[in-house]
Nanobody
Framework: QVQLVESGGGLVQAGGSLRLSCAASGTRISFKSMGWYRQAPGKQRELVARITSGGSTNYADFVKGRFTISRENAKNTVNLQMNSLQPEDTAVYYC??????????WGQGTQVIVSS
């Protein structure tokens, strides 16, 4: 069993910052890549950022240099530092992991609300 647990969501004013973390629990976990996705009400889930076990990163255009994804491979953890948050960033943020020999897993999601 693989479990992804997110933390760090909450309420923040526009221009503020939040740091999301996602930890994968279980035995024999080796991830190919981990990432963050978000889903706003009435919208499809979309990619925010993704990072491979080797450190290569991909960001959605709307990040505009505001977000930084990082990983701690030894801890099977991925982080997302979100700066200059805007109301349109309001969404449920989901951690995703592509784990070797096991497939793709999703976290339960953590709510991010940015007030205008």
């Amino acid at each position: 069993q693989v479990q992804l647990v997110e933390s760090g969501g909450g309420l923040v004013q526009a221009g503020g910052s939040l740091r999301l973390s996602c930890a994968a629990s279980g035995t024999r976990i080796s991830f190919k890549s981990m990432g963050w996705y978000r889903q706003a009400p009435g919208k499809q889930r979309e990619l925010v950022a993704r990072i491979t076990s080797g450190g290569s990163t991909n960001y959605a255009d709307f990040v505009k240099g505001r977000f930084t994804i990082s990983r701690e491979n030894a801890k099977n953890t991925v982080n997302l530092q979100m700066n200059s948050l805007q109301p349109e960033d309001t969404a449920v943020y989901y951690c995703n992991a592509d784990i070797t020999f096991r497939g793709t897993f999703w976290g339960q999601g953590t709510q991010v609300i940015v007030s205008s």
